[in-house]
């Protein structure tokens, strides 16, 4: 529930059932538990721009999945902390997380993280000058990726669109962007509606598009903002400085 929290942008609630979740697991000594919410509580400080400490915990989330062979966290993790060095634009770390991943999905992926990580693999290719290595990764990603969830179909979509405003075709950028912004927008997936939305509003050509976007954009961050905690908050203010 704390994940479909996650997906839905629904930050506050997610927070509190995680940390619920945690402190029982410490107390009962349910290894498997603090396993899982350590992990998620690094995608929530991941998503409210806690960069730094989302670090360290998905870190020791991956320690404990790892230490208990639980392939399905194991691969959750590497693919948030990924996602954490490509936010920081560190083509090689991201890379090395993908790397692990992938060889871990490639026996066993419940969860549909392939396509996502192949995306991911392609924006480092196209961070180092890899161009049609990227290309064809973003093409791959897109392609396999259309039985997965919609939340994931999202991180695709987003993480190829910010492999082609890499490498400059800001077409292919705009329309996988909108695609995102479109799905999630239908299915109440509030954070990537607002990645999708902000991303648009910077690499719109037309300025009467890019400032919808922007106030689109602006109008989603500011509601983030009234729901989130004291330090949440003031990370998530300088994640999305030019909104807020």
């Not at 695609?179 to 109440?188: D, E, P, V």
Request: hydrophobic share 45%; charged share 25%.
């Amino acid at each position: 529930l704390s994940e479909l929290l996650l997906w839905q942008g629904e930050i506050a609630d997610a927070n509190r059932r995680v940390k619920n979740a945690h402190n029982d697991a410490k107390e009962l000594g349910y290894a498997l538990g603090m396993a899982s919410s350590l992990r998620l509580r690094g995608e929530l400080e991941l998503e409210t721009g806690q960069v730094d400490r989302a670090e360290k915990t998905l870190r020791e989330a991956i320690e404990l999945s790892t230490s208990l062979n639980l392939v399905a966290d194991m691969i959750s993790g590497r693919f948030a902390l990924a996602r954490l060095y490509s936010e920081k634009e560190d083509p090689v770390e991201t890379e090395a997380q993908v790397s692990v991943a992938r060889v871990l999905a490639s026996k066993r992926d419940p969860e549909q993280f392939a396509p996502a990580l192949v995306a991911l693999h392609g924006w480092s290719c196209a961070m180092t000058g890899d161009a049609a290595d990227a290309r064809r990764m973003f093409s791959n990603a897109e392609r396999s990726v259309t039985k997965a969830p919609l939340p994931r179909r999202c991180q695709v979509l987003i993480t190829c669109a910010k492999g082609f405003r890499v490498l400059g075709v800001a077409r292919e950028a705009q329309r996988l962007a909108t695609l995102a912004a479109t799905m999630a927008s239908t299915n109440g997936f509030r954070l990537r509606n607002l990645e999708a939305r902000h991303m648009l509003s910077t690499i719109q050509e037309d300025p009467a598009a890019a400032q919808a976007y922007h106030s689109e954009s602006q109008g989603i961050a500011r509601t983030f903002m009234e729901e989130l905690e004291p330090d949440q908050a003031a990370a998530f203010r300088k994640k999305y400085a030019d909104l807020l």
